[in-house]
């Protein structure tokens, strides 16, 4: 059996593109973008990294990192989420990011995860400090 995937630093440019662009659909909640939308928005379809615009259907992740789950102000979670009771920090938004739904059961997070750790790798490094991989 391999070892399990640890978190370790990645590439914030390469997380900052998986935040941003999909290249085909994906399922949001109840909102389904088809396939035929190339370049559709992946993360950024529901959250955002700017503190100053609040939440979106997913919660802002502006200060992701330290919060405990289900704790944006704002923002209406599951009891699942609310009642977890972890920290984000890299490690555990490592093991989130690969498949939200077991890391959370009942979780209303429709995003399938990241099964590559190279990718979840990149996007936790894009998250710690977004402003220093955003295109100026």
């Known amino acids: 059996m ?31 973008l088809d396939a035929d939308h190339n370049a559709q928005q992946r993360c ?4 955002t990294v700017v503190e100053s615009e609040g939440n979106k259907i997913g919660p802002n992740l502006s200060g992701l990192f330290g919060r405990k789950t289900g704790q944006v102000e704002g923002y209406s979670y599951t009891d699942a989420n609310k009642g977890k009771g972890i920290t984000w920090k890299e490690d555990t938004l490592f093991e989130y990011l690969e498949n939200p739904k077991k890391y959370i059961p009942g979780t ?5 995860g990241l099964k590559k750790a190279k990718d979840r790798n990149n996007l936790i490094t894009y998250l710690e400090d977004p402003s ?3 295109k100026k």
């Not at 391999?2 to 935040?19: S, T, V």
Request: with cysteine.
């Open 132 to 134: 220093k991989f955003q």
């Open 108 to 112: 209303k997070m429709a995003f399938g």
């Open 44 to 47: 950024k379809q529901c959250h």
């Open 2 to 32: 391999p070892p399990k995937a640890e978190y370790k630093k990645g590439d914030g440019f390469d997380g900052e593109k998986l935040f941003v662009v999909s290249l085909s659909g994906c399922a949001v909640g109840r909102h389904t």
